[in-house]
């Protein structure tokens, strides 16, 4: 899953939301460098990439993008299901999206020092075009998608897979709401666990 999915399966406390954002940052043991409700996220995180990433359903919208864009196809499918959140958020969340992830950068300012350097550095960029409410819209995720193909110096491709995206959007959908309730229940439970230690 993508920023919005690991930010929303975090729950309501700021730390552990920040944690689980800043986890891809945070390799090994180094986690345990950070306070109690940080690293909570942190393990929650690596909890949901494991979970996603061995989940037939997931592998099946994988799969519909191996050839073109090789390993490339999860990164992109975590996108997409982005776009699938976001665009349903309603479904999920009571706060609206524009206020929900208001609050999210307000807590990541708030917290600017705890972050890493790379994230700090990320900041600007992800304030500045609003990547989480962008991903709502197709052009939104078509932006995301140019930025990620950059960041492989034009290697993966993955800028077009925003074709894919459309031809295929009540596939890609239908995968995600099934995958996603399933997340859900195993984040909380995953959630649960971790806050009883």
């Known amino acids: 899953m993508n920023y919005l999915a690991h930010i929303y399966l975090s729950g309501e406390n700021e730390l552990v939301t920040i944690g689980n954002f800043i986890?891809?940052?945070?390799?090994?043991?180094?986690?345990?460098?950070?306070?109690?409700e940080i690293q909570t996220g942190?393990?929650?995180?690596?909890?949901i990439d494991t979970f996603t990433d061995a989940h037939p359903t997931v592998r099946l919208s994988t799969k519909r993008l191996h050839?073109?864009?090789g390993h490339y196809s999860g990164v992109i499918v975590d996108?997409?299901?982005?776009h699938f959140l976001?665009?349903?958020?309603?479904?999920?969340?009571?706060t609206p999206l524009i206020e929900y992830t208001e609050n999210?950068?307000?807590a990541l300012e708030a917290h600017y020092d705890i972050l890493p350097l790379n994230i700090q550095k990320l900041l600007p960029y992800m304030l500045t075009d609003n990547w989480l409410l962008s991903y709502a819209s197709?052009?939104?995720?078509?932006?995301v998608l140019d930025g990620m193909n950059r960041r492989t110096k034009n290697r993966s491709g993955m800028n077009e897979a925003v074709f894919e995206l459309q031809e295929y959007y009540n596939e890609f959908e239908a995968e995600f709401s099934s995958f996603f309730d399933e997340l859900i229940r195993s984040s909380k439970q995953k959630l649960d666990?971790?806050?009883?230690i």
Request: proline fraction near 2%.
């Open 79 to 82: 996108i997409l299901y982005d």
């Open 104 to 106: 999210f950068y307000n």
């Open 42 to 47: 942190i393990l929650l995180h690596r909890h």
């Open 86 to 94: 976001a665009k349903n958020w309603q479904q999920y969340s009571d």
């Open 138 to 143: 197709i052009e939104g995720i078509s932006r």
């Open 23 to 36: 986890a891809d940052g945070v390799k090994g043991k180094k986690y345990m460098q950070f306070p109690k």
């Open 67 to 69: 050839k073109k864009y």
């Open 193 to 196: 666990a971790l806050n009883s």
